[in-house]
């Protein structure tokens, strides 16, 4: 069973930048997809951006340009790079990881993101 724990989350004010990092307990090496997604007060969950097969990244189209997703295997952690940023940023951020043999999915508990002067 993987854990993962996200760390980096705080508050910025707007134009600055964050780096994420999840860590995971086990291997990632066999985690076909990792990828963040934020939850804002009032809004539903939304992916931010995703690295499926350790190269292919999507990102939402509110983000692009400004985040950059990275893993890095040999320390089984995913990085979240996050420059620019802007109010509408602020959300929670979760750390997010898809296994598919056997098929299970997995979450981080959160970090907290707030953009604000």
């Known amino acids: 069973q993987v854990q993962l724990v996200e760390s980096g989350g705080g508050l910025v004010q707007p134009g600055g930048s964050l780096r994420l990092s999840c860590a995971a307990s086990g291997s990632i090496f066999d985690m076909n997809v990792m990828g963040w997604y934020r939850q804002a007060p009032g809004k539903e969950r939304e992916l931010v951006a995703r690295?499926?097969?350790?190269?292919?990244?999507n990102y939402a189209d509110s983000v692009k340009g400004r985040f950059t997703i990275s893993r890095d295997n040999a320390k089984n952690t995913v990085y979240l790079q996050m420059n620019s940023l802007k109010p509408e940023d602020t959300a929670v951020y979760y750390c997010y990881a898809y296994s598919p043999i056997p098929a299970q999915h997995y979450w981080g508990p959160g970090t907290q993101v707030t953009v604000s002067s």
């Open positions: 690295i499926r097969s350790g190269v292919i990244t």
